[in-house]
T-cell receptor, first 114, second 109 residues
């Protein structure tokens, strides 16, 4: 398996623009997680899905952030409009209940909002 | 706080020495996991220890868990330059993981 795939790897955009981050989890995994990592706040869980259904979005910072999982092999995290404080590395991870929620992380998307 | 707190925040040792990192927490857990993150990369799972286990080994890694003290430790023996990374403990509760701030480990040649 290729592991968790994220795209793009780097994104530079101007304030006010819409940003869409993409994730393909490991085939067969039933949980998908979106995280944000910054030096100041560390690794924060934004939202997670189970069998494509959002379970907990309490970590989503505000209404500008939204996430979808239309099928078991694809998820998106959208920021609209983007702000400089959204600059961070965004990770997607997937897991399987049978392995006690051991998570497999993608390489991350480094987002810079100018 | 529901997250684990790693100690120390940073650790620098000579190659060949052992490195010990600690994680303390305040809530109940199902299991505790340790992850490594190399600079610019995603996190990689190292080892999982269940709440009813006290010690686990994996290669040069040894993890202990003391649920009475709500603490865990990760020992890396015979460190190598390639072990330079950040190490995170993660508490598993209700299907999700809560990560600590991590320990930055530097192995000097």
């Amino acid at each position: 398996d290729a592991g968790v795939i994220q795209s793009p790897r780097h994104e530079v955009t101007e304030m006010g623009q819409e940003v869409t981050l993409r994730c393909k989890p490991i085939s067969g995994h039933d949980y998908l997680f979106w995280y944000r990592q910054t030096m100041m706040r560390g690794l924060e869980l934004l939202i997670y899905f189970n069998n494509n259904v959002p379970i907990d979005d309490s970590g989503m910072p505000e209404d500008r952030f939204s996430a979808k999982m239309p099928n078991a092999s694809f998820s998106t995290l959208k920021i609209q409009p983007s702000e400089p404080r959204d600059s961070a590395v965004y990770f997607c991870a997937s897991s399987l209940v049978e392995t006690e929620y051991e998570q497999y992380f993608g390489p991350g998307t480094r987002l810079t909002v100018t | 706080s529901q997250q684990g707190e790693e100690d120390p925040q940073a650790l620098s040792i000579q190659e060949g020495e052992n490195a010990t990192m600690n994680c303390s927490y305040k809530t109940s857990i199902n299991n505790l996991q340790w992850y490594r993150q190399n600079s610019g990369r995603g996190l990689v799972h190292l080892i999982l220890i269940r709440s009813n286990e006290r010690e686990k080994h994996s290669g040069r890694l040894r993890v202990t868990l003391d649920t009475s003290k709500k603490s865990s430790s990760l020992l890396i023996t015979a460190s190598r330059a390639a072990d330079t990374a950040s190490y995170f403990c993660a508490l598993e509760r209700a299907q999700k993981l809560v990560f600590g701030q991590g320990t930055r480990l530097t192995i000097n040649p």
